[in-house]
């Protein structure tokens, strides 16, 4: 397969490629114009079918284990040969892109996908090159994705027929068995947690970023579904980007980016204008049921995950280009389904360093037929999934970059409130902006006092008393609950699961940042 061939579609444009996609009967219009597909089978990224190709340049420093699963070099030859051969006789897309809003860590990409919808998918979300830099435009890295091939688990060493495996020697994210575009991203997002430390000493972040009007920067970090998208899509601030960010020695963040992909779950256009706004002519929609040409939020028959991407500029009020300076704020989002910890707190810089480690939020997973239960979910630096090194060393520089900076670290729980799921209810998003805003105006101080913030006696974290726009009840979780008894049990059941998980960090860990740890309840 090569440019030369007629059946290779290179860099079109958004245009062209939803044509095709219409022309196909692989989507549909919606009645503001965006594009709607369905990605297939899977609706989400698969971590049990990821795999890093273990190697002379990976051996020694991917941190090896369920997360980064190793895949042999022979495998991935043959079973990139055969994709490559099954991608020979049909239309592919091809395009040019960047990873990287600064030029000195950019990776120059090249996308090949079987579908026209996943390259309007990378088109939004990597960065656009100018017409003029394509001729003599020397590419890096590669992503081959072909959600029609399906693997042989005994021939080609993968766990099933879908899989997603990252060579750093032939430098290259291969992805089969699934249309779930978010592959794609976080394929290049993972390449870049594994170049940006080793070889740049940049600490690479899963969070969003958003800049004010005095250039003060603010960075999200979150797992999945904790708000980043949502809380850093603030029309008073400027966005950087929506997911993935560097953090470099000469202190800027910036964007990998050049799109947003957002979560449209019962998405309104009172409540997250911006992302409402977006959805226009040029975005993706994923698996969303439409009526009359209209998409209904509210319907999650596909699945709860349904998005659309679209490109930054989109967006409103962006940063141009997505840089910013050091960080003067850094929330860290958490959806705590038991309801435990409070909606907003201060965090010491050791607390920083172990809910860095830690990465908490939770799962609302299925039991039985209607009946659901919180899981605590622990995932090292908010995103363990994508990151190649042990998570020690990301919180490593992340520590250092803190205290190097100054900057404020806050708890932010966009989850639960009176009681835990089932029981309370999350949190108003206006509350949480609320919570948000106050702090980037410099409206809740920053060094402790005894008038100003209450020490949580489960956690440690320093709750705000009073918070501008917000009832003073809402701030403290245990007097949402009603019921003090109820509320330490359950604040006790979570404080021993953070201490749990951190048993495989505690060789790692020294005093200072097991001191930023919860209680103990085991006496
Ligand atoms: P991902 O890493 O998967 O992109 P994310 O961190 O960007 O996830 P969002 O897309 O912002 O997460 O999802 C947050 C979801 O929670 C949105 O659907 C938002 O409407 C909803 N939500 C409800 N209440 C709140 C709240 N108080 N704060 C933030 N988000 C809330
Ligand atoms: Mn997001």
Not at 96 to 102: C, E, K, N, R, V
Not at 124 to 141: G, V
Not at 346 to 369: D, N, P
Request: proline share 6%; glycine share 8%; net charge negative.
């Amino acid at each position: 397969m090569n440019a030369e061939k007629p059946n290779v579609f290179f860099q079109l444009e958004p245009d062209e490629l939803i044509d095709i996609t219409l022309k196909n009967n692989e989507g549909k219009l919606t009645d503001t114009g965006s594009l709607a597909i369905n990605t297939g089978k899977f609706t989400g990224r698969s971590p049990k079918d990821r795999f890093i190709v273990k190697d002379d340049l990976t051996e020694n420093k991917v941190s090896w284990g369920d997360i980064n699963q190793p895949f042999s070099t022979e495998n991935y030859e043959q079973l990139k040969n055969e994709v490559l051969e099954y991608l020979e006789d049909k239309n592919v897309f091809k395009r040019f892109a960047y990873a990287g809003a600064l030029e000195e860590y950019r990776l120059n990409l090249e996308v090949i996908t079987e579908y026209s919808w996943s390259n309007l998918f990378a088109y939004n979300m990597f960065i656009r090159p100018a017409e003029a830099d394509l001729e003599n435009f020397d590419k890096e890295w590669t992503v081959i994705d072909a959600p029609g091939f399906l693997a042989d688990p005994e021939k080609h060493g993968t766990r099933q027929e879908n899989f997603a495996i990252l060579s750093f020697t032939d430098k290259t994210v291969l992805i089969g068995g699934t249309g779930y575009t978010g592959e794609i991203k976080k394929g290049i997002f993972s390449a870049l947690n594994f170049i940006l430390p080793v070889e740049h000493h940049v600490l690479p972040m899963h969070c969003s970023a958003n800049v004010g009007e005095k250039g003060d920067t603010a960075i999200f970090f979150g797992l999945s579904g904790t708000g980043k998208t949502t809380l850093s899509a603030d029309p008073s601030r400027k966005l950087i980007g929506d997911d993935e960010h560097g953090w470099t020695p000469d202190d800027r963040i910036f964007n990998f980016e050049g799109g947003c992909y957002a979560k449209v779950i019962n998405l309104s256009a009172e409540s997250e204008p911006d992302i409402y706004n977006a959805i226009k002519k040029g975005s993706l929609l994923e698996n969303v049921i439409i009526k009359d040409g209209k998409v209904d939020y509210s319907d999650t028959s596909i699945t709860q995950n349904t998005r659309v991407s679209y490109p930054i500029h989109f967006i409103k009020n962006i940063q141009k280009p997505s840089v910013g300076k050091n960080p003067k704020n850094i929330f860290f989002l958490t959806a705590d389904a038991f309801g435990v910890l409070p909606p907003v707190s201060k965090l010491t810089s050791s607390q920083a360093a172990y809910h860095f480690i830690s990465g908490y939020t939770s799962k609302i997973a299925g039991t039985e037929a209607g009946i659901v239960d919180p899981l605590p979910s622990f995932s090292a630096c908010f995103g363990a999934p994508f990151m190649p090194l042990n998570p020690t060393e990301y919180a490593e520089m992340l520590s250092e970059k803190i205290d190097k900076s100054g900057a404020n670290v806050w708890l932010i729980n966009t989850g639960w409130t009176g009681g835990p799921y089932g029981v309370g209810s999350r949190i108003k998003l206006k509350y949480t902006r609320a919570m948000v805003n106050a702090i980037l105006e410099g409206k809740l101080p920053s060094r402790y006092t005894y008038e100003k913030y209450h020490i949580h006696s489960v956690f440690g974290v320093a709750q705000p008393r009073t918070c501008p726009g917000v009832p003073d009840k809402v701030l403290s979780p245990r007097a949402t609950w009603n019921d003090d008894k109820a509320y330490y049990t359950m604040a006790f059941k979570l404080s021993n699961s953070f201490r749990k998980n951190f048993e495989k960090f505690e060789s790692y860990a020294n005093e200072d940042i097991r001191r930023g740890g919860p209680q103990r309840f085991d006496f």
